[in-house]
């Protein structure tokens, strides 16, 4: 089995920056790529961003300049460093890991954390 958990939201205010965390942990073998989407209430779970193994990474628009996504390979995490936060990033975030469990590399496995809440808010 495999775990993906989030930590690091809350309230903000505007201006304002915050730090996502994310650890994989369990069966893993290789990780493809890990990243970030958010979704608000009535609308669908968008990317904020991607890291792929070998370091690329991939930015909504939005948040090009203002957010960065990096990863400790070593230890199965990502983070998503949030700056100049502005009342249309809060959302509930949620950590997205591409994973494979096994060494032969027959399917490539989606995994999600449970969220974490973003209020930017003064």
């Known amino acids: 089995q495999v775990q993906v958990v989030e930590s690091g939201g809350g309230l903000v205010q505007p201006g304002g920056s915050l730090k996502l965390s994310c650890a994989a942990s369990g069966s893993i073998f290789s990780i493809v790529v890990m990243g970030w989407y958010r979704q608000t209430p009535g609308n669908k779970r968008e990317l904020v961003a991607l890291i792929f193994s070998g370091g690329s990474t991939k930015y909504e628009d939005s948040v090009k300049g203002r957010f960065t996504i990096s990863r400790d390979n070593a230890k199965n995490t990502v983070y998503l460093q949030m700056n100049s936060l502005s009342p249309e990033d809060a959302a509930d975030y949620y950590c997205?890991?591409?994973?494979?469990?096994?060494?032969?590399?027959?399917?490539?496995?989606?995994?999600w954390g449970q969220g974490t809440q973003v209020t930017v808010s003064s």
């Open positions: 997205y890991a591409a994973i494979y469990i096994t060494a032969d590399k027959t399917r490539l496995y989606d995994y």
